[in-house]
């Protein structure tokens, strides 16, 4: 198709973009070198209006239709913000900031959406106005909320929002959406335990936190086996341990646990949390020590795409690249979108770039040649729902 064929002539433009922002990894909301590189090629696109600062170190940009301006306005969203990973890729266009990276794919995102942008500035056959959307503090913060808080929404008038994320565990090219629940909710917890250290010789002068840390670990995954109905999808993970100290010979007076609860029902949430908590104190007392759960940072809530916004989304795929699966499994990854549908209209789809290390993993990468069917996506999308 022609959309196709244009953004193929932009490949090289729109690849080096990717890279450049792969270099430079930022986290959560300090992506201020991010923000900038974003909104300096918004303007040089001819934006109508580009607004810096929405939601801390967020960049909206507004491209109005050339066939009447009307009161519509649709929002298209990419995240910007890296992940504390060391790269692993061995790629040219590596991190070169020790201990960040771009493993999530949030560069790619951030330069197909800066193609579309490019486009529909250029182009303007539509009615009404694009507002492309960029956003800091995907990777834990709630940089969404943020920009929510920040009249996102009602500032610029969308009407309707619309979200993509890259998946490796997707063939090439391939779309997948469902309607309704799509994305967990995610909680962060961290657990504290304390004991009596002493020396390793005389365990039994201690109050061993490191036995009683490990026993939390395997007792916490009783509840899903034991406490939640099978029905219900519920993933309890304890994702770190720490110990006070790190000598060979000495039992540490305290340990401390992170992990994430995902969950898809509001009631079962609430339940699996209580039933941590009282597993959790059980089986330190059980061993002598104490222990307590903590929530860390804002739960994400379950993002739930919209119906008819559902639809739109697979009519412009399946415009793209022939079919779409409107009928793909929910997911227990967490994405903080889900305040944006909450706040507005809209749907959030999957678009594979071929299977590899996955997201999140210090091997993976974005792969380039999608850049193309997912420019020509965003177009599809905002001209279809802004059609005069």
Not at 18 to 43: C, M, N, Q
Not at 191 to 206: F, K, L
Not at 262 to 280: C, H, N, P, Q, W
Not at 358 to 372: K, S, T, V
Request: overall charge negative; hydrophobic content about 40%.
């Amino acid at each position: 198709m022609a959309l196709l064929s244009q953004f193929d002539d932009w490949h090289d433009d729109i690849t080096a973009w990717r890279r450049d922002l792969h270099a430079h990894p930022e986290l959560k909301y300090d992506t201020h070198r991010t923000s900038a590189f974003v909104a300096d090629r918004l303007r040089a696109f001819g934006c109508d209006e580009v607004v810096e600062g929405i939601g801390r170190t967020g960049v909206v940009g507004l491209i109005h239709g050339q066939q009447g301006l009307q009161a519509r306005t649709i929002g298209l969203r990419a995240d910007m913000d890296a992940l504390p990973i060391q790269e692993a890729t061995g790629a040219p266009h590596a991190s070169v900031v020790p201990g960040k990276m771009h493993a999530c794919g949030h560069d790619g995102h951030t330069a197909m959406l800066l193609g579309a942008a490019r486009y529909l500035a250029e182009t303007r056959a539509f009615s009404g106005t694009v507002a492309v959307i960029f956003q800091p503090a995907e990777e834990g913060g709630a940089g969404a909320a943020a920009m929510v808080e920040d009249g996102l929404m009602t500032r610029f008038g969308i009407s309707e929002v619309y979200g993509l994320h890259n998946s490796p565990l997707l063939p090439f090219g391939q779309f997948a959406i469902r309607s309704g629940p799509f994305y967990a909710a995610v909680d962060s917890f961290r657990i504290d335990v304390r004991g009596r250290g002493g020396h390793a010789a005389r365990p039994h002068q201690t109050v061993d936190t490191t036995l009683a840390a490990s026993a939390i670990v395997m007792a916490l995954q009783s509840i899903v086996a034991r406490n939640t109905d099978p029905q219900q999808p519920v993933v309890v993970s304890v994702t770190a341990f720490h110990t006070e100290g790190d000598a060979f010979n000495v039992i540490p007076d305290g340990a401390t646990l992170r992990g994430t609860l995902r969950s898809f029902d509001g009631t079962v949430r609430d339940a699996t949390l209580t039933r941590m908590a009282e597993v959790i104190e059980a089986t330190a007392q059980a061993y002598g020590a104490t222990a307590r759960l903590h929530q860390e940072e804002e739960p994400y809530p379950v993002m739930v795409n919209h119906g008819a916004e559902t639809e739109h989304c697979v009519a412009a795929a399946t415009q793209v690249v022939g079919t779409c699966d409107d009928n793909a499994p929910r997911t227990t990854g967490g994405e903080d979108f889900a305040y944006m549908l909450e706040a507005c209209p809209g749907a959030y789809i999957q678009l594979g770039i071929g299977h590899g290390p996955g997201l999140h993993h210090p091997a993976y990468d974005f792969n380039d040649a999608i850049i193309p069917i997912g420019c020509s996506y965003w177009v599809t999308l905002a001209e279809a729902r802004l059609a005069p």
